[in-house]
């Protein structure tokens, strides 16, 4: 199983991202998938979650409103769409399928 994120960066507050996930190695759209982060100095926490054919999806309150789980299964692919970000939503977001996890992107919001 290979989970490769991209998509993060320098966002200023109240910017925009969408970071992607590529997945292989399993049948991608018989799995559910979900986005975790982890700030600096604090828990990895789940931020979204999405069903295997994406008619179900769930989000951290923090989140709720700002930020779009989505998924393409021809492309193997999960996207998060940040959007109305904040310096709190600086932290390094995580793909997921159980008990697999990406490397990593980073996303910082600064000024």
């Known amino acids: 199983v290979q989970l490769v994120e991209s998509g993060g960066g320098l966002v200023q507050p109240g910017g925009s991202l969408r970071l992607s996930c590529a997945a292989s190695g399993f049948t991608f759209s018989t799995y559910n998938m979900r986005w975790y982060r982890q700030a600096p100095g604090k828990e990895r926490e789940l931020v979204a979650f999405?069903?295997?054919?994406?008619?179900?999806?769930n989000y951290a309150e923090s989140v709720k409103g700002r930020f779009s789980i989505s998924r393409d299964n021809a492309k193997n692919t999960v996207y998060l769409q940040m959007n109305s970000v904040k310096p709190e939503d600086t932290a390094v977001y995580y793909c997921?399928?159980?008990?697999?996890w990406g490397q990593g992107t980073r996303v910082t919001v600064s000024s």
């Open positions: 997921n399928v159980p008990p697999y």
């Open positions: 999405i069903s295997s054919t994406g008619g179900n999806t």
